[in-house]
């Protein structure tokens, strides 16, 4: 188990004590509230309710998918959705699993089969930093845009710790004993996404300030 998925368990079986974990970002280690990664913040609960709305059985494919909890709102929603988690730590996939009643899952979304299609692909809680590089970024956007259906849509969480438009962030996370990384972690601005959105063949829909604080923002977009 990695440490945040350790972390995460933890904070689960124990919701009236708050657990945090180290985070190591360029030197400067901060300590993270496992609260802020188990809840479904406002902005999210409402972007997701949206995009649900007259799409009676969707095809719902969640990367990164931590503990489940926004497949989790999906199946509250719309129990009819079909979804699809992505997650690499194998006892977070499961908890989600068992979380998330009819959940398909898998370790990388390079695994997923060939010609599945989607019609809401979350990449939530700075979901975009997923792919790491800059270069990984432009081609995990191009990829996720083959795997939607023809009026599908992306929705992307991101935000900026520096001056620039892309940035590849070494993290290492500690939490009881276990070590995670270092590791790569991409952080874009609105300008970057919007800019290799377009490229990749999206239309930008909607754009909105994450209420977790800062430069983070959540960008839905639209195949096509």
């Given amino acids: 188990m990695s440490a945040f998925g350790r972390a995460m368990l933890d904070q689960l079986a124990q919701p009236n004590r708050p657990v945090t974990f180290r985070m190591s970002l360029g030197g400067l280690g901060i300590n993270c509230p496992c609260q802020d990664f188990i809840r479904v913040r406002p902005e999210e609960r409402e972007i997701i309710r949206q995009s649900l709305e007259g799409n009676g059985h969707p095809r719902v494919l969640d990367i990164g998918c931590g503990i489940g909890r926004h497949s989790s709102l999906v199946r509250l929603l719309s129990p009819g959705a079909e979804i699809t988690v992505v997650e690499a730590d194998h006892d977070l996939r499961e908890h989600t699993v068992n979380a998330v009643a009819g959940a398909v899952s898998y370790e990388q979304i390079d695994f997923i089969p060939p010609g599945e299609r989607f019609d809401i692909v979350f990449l939530l809680g700075n979901g975009l930093g997923i792919f790491g590089t800059e270069r990984a970024t432009r081609d995990g956007l191009r ?18 710790i520096d001056n620039g438009e892309f940035c590849e962030a070494l993290h290492r996370i500690e939490y009881d004993g276990h070590v995670d990384g270092p ?16 490229a990749a063949g999206f239309t930008v829909q909607s754009f909105r300030h994450s209420t977790r604080g800062g430069p983070f923002f959540i960008i839905n977009a639209t195949r096509g």
């Fill in 143 to 160: 990829q996720i845009h083959g795997m939607l259906s023809e009026r599908g849509c992306a929705i992307i969480e991101s935000g900026t």
């Fill in 183 to 198: 590791f790569t972690w991409g952080y874009a601005t609105r300008h970057w996404l919007e800019r290799e959105l377009a």
